[in-house]
């Protein structure tokens, strides 16, 4: 695995004629991969670090997922793309992105995602020809957002699509499996048993070998970057995993660069290649600019970005500012917001209580020296006003009208409803890690299935702190679970009289209502407010549907899938809702249409059962049920349905 003495260090040129495999590993921190000194059992990321490019000091611009990956594929800061949180916002479909630009150059796309935060409904999905994002494991809570999907079977399905391949393609790759829980499989549970995330970060690399091993034989070269999308905590600063703080545990990423193919491979060339090591700080931002040079593509206009070809050829390079926020809990919690920049190897965090760090003398950011170096705290601040420091609009995009309509229906009080202006020392994440930290332990205890303990820390949580969205929500679930849905939904509706207005919590109530006889309800409310927002509109129909309103379900459903037509899952509502109200041959139409979008929607198959027998295909009615209860096993309509049309062939 050594490289060769004598051997020259990697370099890059333009070629217009090569495959480009972008890889985002979730939740990896730089410093546990082997390559970068850490003690993760990475042999197969090792080895292209040993020929290729390994940058020592880049950084995210953003301590999520869904934020950094949009940095990292339109090359724009957060406060530019506009995404600054989870959930709560979308890509505009008109953002060039590294799938439109490539796909523009004749490569062909495809998006192979692990984790829902990548979701399709938050609209990375422009410029890719496959956005592949089937999740198939439920969350540990069963909730929604926390559907994952393996790293093995994320990379099966990116090799199934490369070896279909014939001309050159941009594949981009995610992987969840670091992301907590950290439950590595197998043997890497046994090794890493006292560090479990390191066990994840290894079992992580050893699905990707069969990714990288089948580069090595293309006959097309292949540009490879590796990268993780923001780190994690892990009991730093009193974070234990990552969207509250960014400090380097969170905020710096590992980066490497190499390429695999034709002409790489057991060539004396490629053995002879050495790792060439990047001490220049670089960032997310210039990865775009970086796969389109190395494409021989033209930069694209107005990227705050550079390429990092020059860089990695002269092994060094100009020392470029990078700007740099966590909002998550600004924007859903109404903590105040947090910024900052790095510029060599200082760290301004603006903050209420303000913070700077001398990375080189202080790299656990230990020592805050923004008194000992108020000159430098200066020239800090003026640099992070070049970029754009204006707080940003609570999530959902509240419009007034939402807002005032909100009101009018009683649900808002007295509470702000918009990031406010000025926060105290009392706002800074540094003072309510207390309450960070309970919200991790309410989880925890969700997750291990101690309901009653959990919602008493929600409870706890929002007697410390009203507007934090996220205690209702889970505490409303768990009222929900436990057959309450009174309190779950007196607890969504306390929520909005506190001032949270974000739409997951209102398309919830509306499923609340409706699911728990107030379906009528539940339309007042989300018909006043859905806007254009997709689930949203969902929900409304769903609420229709539960009301007996098939037309006006119709109507909705029809709407949704002019704003999203590849939305399989409405697909799905409407053929239900067609079968409703007896249009057979629709419904048919509809529930075909949604299984071909997505062959997991087991309620497809089951809806799609019932016209099959209704129009006497009874054999295909039975495969169709079959199938239902094999992809859902909990399905209940298509057992029935099942059991109903004759023994022998139920379960
Ligand atoms: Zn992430």
Redesign the pocket.
């Known amino acids: 695995m050594a490289s060769c003495s004598g051997g020259r260090e990697f370099s890059l040129a333009s070629n217009a004629d090569r495959n480009i495999l972008l890889v985002t590993i ?2 990896l921190r730089a410093d546990a991969l082997g390559a970068y000194g850490g003690h993760a059992s990475t042999p197969n990321l090792d080895a292209l670090a040993s020929h290729g490019a390994r940058f020592d000091f880049a950084h995210a611009h953003a301590v ?2 869904l934020v ?2 949009a940095s990292i594929l339109t090359g724009r800061y957060p406060y530019e793309h506009g995404i600054r949180d989870n959930t709560g916002y979308r890509l505009r479909p008109e953002q060039p992105t590294a799938a439109t630009l490539l796909k523009a150059r004749g490569f062909s796309t495809a998006a192979f995602v692990g ?1 829902f ?1 990548l979701d399709r409904r938050f609209g990375l999905t422009p410029g890719f020809d496959v956005y592949d994002d089937r999740m198939t494991r439920a969350g540990p809570t069963g909730d929604v957002d926390e559907r994952e999907r393996p790293a093995d079977v994320v990379v099966k399905s990116a090799l199934d699509w490369i070896n279909a391949q014939t001309g050159k393609w941009f594949t981009w790759v995610h992987v ?1 499996d670091p ?1 907590e829980p950290y439950q590595p499989p197998g043997e890497f549970a046994t090794r890493f048993a006292s560090d479990p995330y390191l066990g994840e970060v290894s079992w992580t690399d050893a699905a990707l070998g069969p990714l990288f091993d089948r580069l090595r034989g293309l006959n097309r070269p292949t540009l490879v970057v590796v990268t ?3 780190g994690e905590s892990l009991g730093e600063h009193g974070e234990r995993t ?1 969207s509250l703080f960014a400090y380097e545990a969170t905020l710096r990423v590992p980066l490497i660069v190499a390429e695999l193919g034709k002409g790489m491979k057991d060539t004396k060339e490629a053995k002879d290649t050495k790792e060439r090591v990047v001490e220049t700080p670089v960032r997310h931002v210039d990865l775009l600019p970086t796969l389109l040079a190395s494409a021989a593509a033209p930069a694209a206009e107005g990227l705050p970005g550079a390429s990092l070809i020059d860089i990695i050829n002269a092994g060094s390079g100009p020392d470029r500012p990078s700007y740099f926020e966590a909002m998550s809990a600004a924007v859903t919690r109404g903590w105040a917001p947090l910024r900052g920049v790095l510029v060599g190897r200082d760290k301004y965090i603006d903050l209420p209580i303000v913070e700077l760090y001398d990375l080189a003398a202080d790299p656990k950011e230990a020592s805050n020296v923004v008194r000992a170096r108020a000159d430098r705290a200066r020239v800090m601040v003026e640099t992070l006003k070049q970029f754009n420091v204006a707080p940003p609009s609570r999530a959902g995009t509240e419009t007034a009208d939402t807002i005032e309509r909100l009101r009018s229906l009683g649900y808002i009080g007295g509470g702000s409803a918009t990031v406010r202006e000025h926060y105290t020392d009392a706002d800074d994440p540094k003072q309510l890690v207390e309450i960070d930290r309970m919200l991790t332990q309410g989880n925890d205890a969700l997750r291990a299935g101690r309901a009653d303990e959990a919602a008493d820390v929600y409870k706890a949580i929002i007697a410390k702190r009203p507007d934090t969205e996220d205690a209702y929500r889970k505490l409303a679930l768990i009222y929900w679970r436990q057959q309450r849905p009174r309190l779950a939904v007196e607890t969504l509706e306390a929520a909005l009289r506190a001032g949270i207005t974000q739409s997951e919590v209102r398309i919830k109530l509306g499923q609340y209502l409706a699911e728990s006889g107030q379906a009528e309800k539940a339309i007042e409310l989300l018909s006043a407010t859905a806007g254009n927002d997709p689930d949203a509109i969902m929900g409304l129909g769903n609420a229709y549907m539960l009301a007996g309103r098939n037309a006006d379900a119709i109507r909705t459903f029809t709407r949704l899938l002019q704003i999203e037509p590849g939305n399989g899952l409405a697909w799905e509502n409407l053929g239900t809702t067609q079968l409703q109200a007896k249009d057979v041959k629709g419904a048919e139409t509809s529930l075909r249409r949604a299984i071909q979008i997505d062959p997991s929607l087991s309620g497809a198959y089951t809806a799609l059962g019932v016209v099959l027998a209704q129009t006497g295909r009874r054999d295909e009615a039975i495969a169709a049920w079959k199938r239902a209860l094999e992809l859902d096993p909990s399905d209940e309509n298509a057992a029935f349905n099942l059991k109903r049309v004759g023994p022998g062939t139920g379960r």
């Open positions: 979730d939740t999520v997922t950094s990956h984790g935060p969840y992301h993780g999308d923001h990552h």
